[in-house]
């Protein structure tokens, strides 16, 4: 077995990357960010971004950290399949959302946040379920990319986990906390060229460093048969399903996408999503070839810790000019998604938290703006406390997805069926994460009736998920038939056995229960919504330039 030999970065190399790269961040938000700033532009650009920024912006905030430690651990653990399993059921998730986007879209044009549409749709008690699992969500993101910035900091350069995090959590506080959203768009759009740089000369050099074709014969006879299995059905059940399931809820529970949704301009939603599904995948894929490479060589990550295979064979198998470019290249992706999370909180306190109710239909934009960059400076300290736990990046990303899970049907069917009530929405969503923390956390034996009844619950999720995304390109007849399939389909075989996989049976309790509490509660209601109410509830906060 291989045993890793790590070239580490001097301290001073590493202060002048890390100056550099967010110096120059900083700079530019200085051309970005106005003195007198507008409280909508500050949220959501009001709504007038152009295509090129926002479909860099798109891929550069869905290309976070996770993207590579998580992409690679799924390589290294799965073997062929495992960054297929991750790359593009990601990308595909970006595609997923946007029939639904436009949905979104046009009964809020002026919204800043879903959580807003969803206000004006049902009320308080809805927009702040959605309010608060987007700050929660948005907490961890903000945790992991912190914590990916230790890992990377400690295995290549003499500096210590904590150095690591407290660097990226100051450059990245530093340039979002004057310009907010504009200045994470804009800079996203930089960073963006970098990492796809950086990436077209790592990923060939690390693999011709590694032996190249010459290392392909001996490197397979390393994997296991489940690794060399390109339809493994054990990277299926404990990878790919539950990751497709988690980004499905991402891509709808997630305010940092939503944000850039009602960003774009209308007209450019569509090219916009186009684009970055294909430059998502491209990248994240070719990343996660990194950790089967890790796996072909006999390495195996540093202190059994799955977060450091990436740096691993960064140091091992790049020169010191590599090196270099490839911590600038992660420095850019965690950097691009944790300032937008940070605009994301922001956005979320100003206008759903304040705007929508503390404000008492008077919202002040001097007001707002303070307490958007204050929301930033206690999330960014927040995120920086839950790093130093330095829990396992990708277990996380499956948690927060599938949690997010139990709010995707209650908010895309309030956007299309006027039958849904604020107590439909609500129970569900509260009903759901229930029984996915009862399932997650080990709190119900699986046996039994119990089991059974839990999985029947599961079988009608995966129906769901399913009819949910054909419901997107298609029509509510289509949706229920490809559901139907589905549930047929699955059932003979889930029976029995989902109880095994636990992960991914409490990711499909998350849908099969919203799904169904909210569709009975909704059937009690007669009262039909007029959906044109809602463009009348949700308006931009400042039409005069400057707050």
Known sequence: MQEPVFHQLSIATTLWLLVGFYGLTFIMSLFIGRKNENVDGYMVSSGKLGFGISAASMI??????????????????????????????????????????????????NAHTLAELVYARH??????????????????????????????????????????VLIAAVGVLSYTLWSGFRASVMTDFAQLVAMIGAAVIIIPVVFFSAGG?????????????EQLDFFSGTAILEQGLPFFIAVLAYA??????????????????KPTFLTATIGYGSVVIGLGMLGLLAAMVGMQPADGDMNNIIPQMASTYLTPVGIALFFI?????????????????????????????LSRGNPNPRTMLLLGRLTMVVATVIGILLATLKLDILVMLVLVGAMWGAIVFPVIVSCYWKRVTNAAFT?????????FCLVRFDLVALEGNVALV????????????????????????????????????????????????????????????????CTGLSLLNNKLFDFDLIAQRVSSYQTSPSA
């Open 123 to 164: 009320g308080t008690s809805s927009q702040m379920i959605l309010a608060v699992s987007n700050l929660m969500g948005s907490c961890i993101s903000l945790m992991v990319n912190f914590t990916a910035a230790g890992a990377l900091v400690e295995i290549l350069t003499p500096l210590s986990f904590l150095h690591g």
């Open 213 to 225: 074709l010459d290392a392909v014969g001996p490197g397979l006879d390393r994997l296991t048969a």
């Open 454 to 517: 839990l999985e029947a619950a599961a079988i009608v999720g995966a129906g769901v998920v399913t009819g949910l995304m054909a419901f997107g390109f298609f029509n509510r007849n289509v949706a229920i038939l490809v559901a139907g399939l589905t549930i047929a389909t699955v059932a003979p075989l889930a029976f029995g056995a989902l109880r095994e996989y636990q992960v991914l049976l409490a990711s499909l309790l998350a849908y099969g229960v919203s799904a169904v509490v």
């Open 60 to 109: 550069a905030t869905w290309i976070w950290a996770a993207s590579f430690y998580a992409s690679a651990t799924s390589g290294f653990t799965y073997g062929l399949s495992g960054p297929i399993h991750y790359g593009l059921w990601g990308a595909l998730m970006i595609l997923f959302i946007y029939p639904f986007g436009r949905r979104f879209r046009k009964l809020a044009p």
């Open 329 to 357: 290249l992660v420095v850019g992706s965690l950097s691009s998604t944790a300032d937008s999370d940070l605009a994301a909180m922001s956005s979320i306190v100003m206008a759903d938290i304040y705007g929508r109710n």
């Open 427 to 435: 129970g569900s969503v509260l009903a759901a994460v229930a029984t």
């Open 252 to 269: 709808i529970g997630n305010q940092t996408i939503a944000q850039r949704l009602f960003a774009v301009r209308e007209d450019l939603i």
